[in-house]
């Protein structure tokens, strides 16, 4: 790859959301906007080996979508009101909205465009991934365990449910704004989430993403600043991106949060997530968002595993779970019963669990921590490389394939 392209990709996969934000505000329609910002990378690939790579690469491709953008219209069904605005004297004020950005508003607004009311959980999740986190159909697929033709059909239908309601593409406001908060926040968690430990490739995390979910979070934390989940979610997103460094080792290697150097925590985002549970909870918020950041505090202000108040943890699981029928919590919860109870609770629960989660790679990655600490190596280590298996992240198939090698070796050493 030449550095030109190299840069392109770079560019693309840090600005994307920003650029698709700032077009759709401007062609208020979301596969223009697309074709808009696709038809600015191919000429980016197009110049740039040849006149170098920019100084600034994201402005350079706003601003040839932009142009392209006020080309179209000029060319097409909008020219009469054009040239009748300009008649009326308003030249100045048409320029305009094709050069002011308000980035900081673009890609929140792009969130609220892709949690419309006219598609389902199921297509503003796969929208929103495919948009704002930049993942492709094939990316998205592999996370839904589903084909690229299938998320290529969602993706494309959402863009036409999106056109034919004629979708308002201003952030709503009042009421309308209150019902989409929700799926909103859902979907950021997503965002983040998949920054955080990603569901596949070759990359455990990608830090620019979870950054992204964070500054959103805040910007929304603004726009609601009554609604104690909105608090919570920026609490939680704050408290766990503030592990992201601790969860690499120097060789690039995953680490798990029991390994983890505490010392590399992020004091600085720890004491800004407890100031915006803090916030949460004075708001009266007991909601999902606030017991997932209460339990993240927990580990923060533990100077260690055996530190965590883990019944605590474990009870603010058991109320999570209650708020959302969640198996996945119920396998977190597993875990902390197995540190606050000891292992043959936890194993009880996870047996309880497993078959809601079918194929899901936790489920035999928890359990092979919990038989390693009964001392059940043989069966451990089985559990383990079923976890392998299954993972579709590189790293952490690798990490999970070192825990059974690790284990293994010190069964033959003379261990349990």
């Known amino acids: 790859m030449t550095d030109a392209a190299a840069a392109v990709e770079e560019v693309w996969r840090t600005e994307s959301s920003r650029l698709l ?33 920019p100084d600034n690469p994201a402005a350079w491709l706003m601003t040839t979508a932009k142009r392209r953008a006020i080309d179209q219209f000029r060319a097409g069904e909008r020219r009469l009101r ?49 948009m704002v986190a930049g993942l492709t159909s094939r990316e998205i697929a592999r996370a839904y365990l589903t084909s690229e033709a299938t998320v290529a059909t969602r993706i494309s239908r959402a863009k036409r449910t999106l056109a034919t309601a004629r979708a308002a593409l201003e952030e709503p406001t009042g009421a309308e704004r209150a019902a989409r908060l929700g799926s ?99 708001l009266g918020g007991d909601g999902p968002h606030v017991l997932q950041a209460a339990i993240a505090a927990e580990h923060a ?47 009880q629960l996870l047996d309880q669990v497993a078959p809601l989660l079918p194929d899901h790679h936790l489920v035999p990655s928890v359990r092979g921590d919990l038989l390693a600490r009964l001392g059940r190596a043989d069966e451990a280590v089985a559990s383990f490389r079923t976890a392998a298996a299954l993972a579709t992240n590189d790293r952490e198939r690798a990490l999970l394939e070192r825990r059974a090698r690790d284990l293994e070796a010190s069964r033959s050493g003379g261990g349990t």
């Open 21 to 53: 934000g700032a077009l759709l505000r401007i062609t208020r329609d979301v596969g223009r906007a697309e074709d808009l910002a696709q038809e600015a990378l191919a000429q980016a690939l197009a110049q740039w080996p040849s006149t170098g790579v």
């Open 301 to 347: 202000r533990a100077a260690s595993v055996e530190d965590t108040d883990w019944p605590r943890v474990a009870a603010l699981y058991e109320r999570l779970a209650h708020a959302t029928g969640s198996a996945v919590v119920e396998l977190n919860r597993a875990v902390a019963l197995g540190m606050a109870r000891g292992p043959e609770i936890g194993l």
């Open 184 to 282: 909103v926040m859902a979907v950021l968690y997503l965002l983040f989430n998949e920054g955080y430990a990603a569901t596949a490739g070759v990359d455990w995390t990608r830090p620019a993403l979870c950054r992204e979910a964070v500054r959103l979070a805040t910007l929304l934390s603004t726009v609601a600043p009554r609604e104690p989940e909105a608090h919570g979610l920026l609490a939680l997103l704050e408290l766990q991106s503030s592990r992201l460094d601790a969860r690499l080792d120097a060789a690039g290697d995953a680490v798990l949060l029991a390994d983890q150097d505490r010392t590399r925590w992020d004091r600085a985002a720890i004491e800004r997530g407890l100031t915006a549970l803090g916030a949460a909870l004075e």
């Open 82 to 130: 054009a040239y009748a605005e300009v008649a009326a004297g308003a030249a100045a004020a048409y320029e305009e909205a094709f050069e002011v950005d308000h980035l900081e508003d673009d890609v929140l607004r792009l969130m609220f465009v892709c949690c419309h009311p006219s598609l389902t959980d199921d297509t503003r999740t796969v929208l929103t991934l495919r």
